[in-house]
């Protein structure tokens, strides 16, 4: 008897915890944030389709060679893909030439196995992208995960790539004192509003394409963000061939399994 109170009683604790996690969630969704200027006009990734979405997707290799190229010409000087080597861009169609004249252009220090000392040398293909050695205030964020760090992946890219803009006249008639401060940029897109980064891409034309593709604004941020998801998971082509051949693998041993159950009882079942 004891035993049964005790489990009535705990059970009791979890339905009371549940409900209490449940009520809070239900009115966090319908209460939001504070009433304060980040809910009023923080604005939420636009859509954006890439042929690496869903279940199907695959990366458009010649989307993704621009999108580097953006990167490479517009936001390395800035931003690290530390989880990149140089020899990982033969999968999105850079030559082998290519690839080593790339990593020839970066210094990297690393250990001379003749002396065993630190000296700086030569980037190889084996090598990853280096940090980016910033002077400024603050470090700018690696970007080899960007889009799985942040909400929305890479509509949030594209969305903050293309969505700096003057404050709008409203925010300052509401919030007299959410003026921009001085060094700061307005992005609707970003969690506080206000972000240190200028805007990178501001003119079209700004990056040079090899395969001539017209460089618009539009252009360069779909394609360094369709870069950027290529980065954080690489193996995303093979993952989903792989899972669906899982998948149809279980399937047939469910079915084979069943009608084998079906055939080992059915005399017995008879019976």
């Known amino acids: 008897m004891i035993r049964i109170f005790s489990i009535l009683a705990g059970l009791f604790f979890v339905g009371a915890l549940a409900w209490s996690l449940l009520w809070d969630t239900i009115g966090f969704a319908h209460d939001g944030l504070p009433n304060t200027v980040e ?31 953006v990167y490479n010409q517009v936001c390395a000087s800035c931003h690290a893909i530390q989880h990149v080597a140089y020899r990982d861009l033969a999968d999105i169609g850079m030559s082998e030439s290519e690839i080593k004249t790339l990593a020839a252009t970066a210094t990297v220090n690393a250990k001379d196995p003749l002396t065993g000392e630190m000296k700086d040398r030569p980037g190889l293909p084996s090598d990853h992208f280096q940090a980016v050695v910033y002077g400024g205030q603050g470090t700018p964020p690696d970007l080899s995960l960007i889009t799985k760090a942040r909400h929305g992946g890479a509509a949030y890219v594209h969305s903050l790539l293309t969505g700096y803009t003057n404050q709008p006249a409203e925010l300052l008639k509401r919030f007299p004192d959410a003026k921009t401060p001085d060094g700061l940029h307005y992005n609707p897109y970003f969690a506080n509003l206000n972000i240190a980064m200028p805007p990178p891409l501001t003119s079209d034309g700004q990056v040079t394409y090899s395969d001539g593709t017209k460089a618009t604004v539009e252009q360069m941020s779909t394609d360094v963000a369709a870069f950027l998801v290529w980065t954080a998971e690489p193996k995303l082509d093979k993952r989903h061939q792989v899972g669906f051949w899982w998948v149809g693998f279980l399937i047939y041993a469910t079915v084979l399994g069943y009608m084998s159950y079906r055939n080992v009882w059915a005399e017995k079942k008879g019976h």
């Open 39 to 69: 809910k009023a006009f923080h604005e939420h990734p636009r859509p954006l389709k890439l042929s690496s979405d869903g279940w199907f997707g695959k990366f458009d290799r010649k989307q993704v060679k621009r999108g580097f190229e």
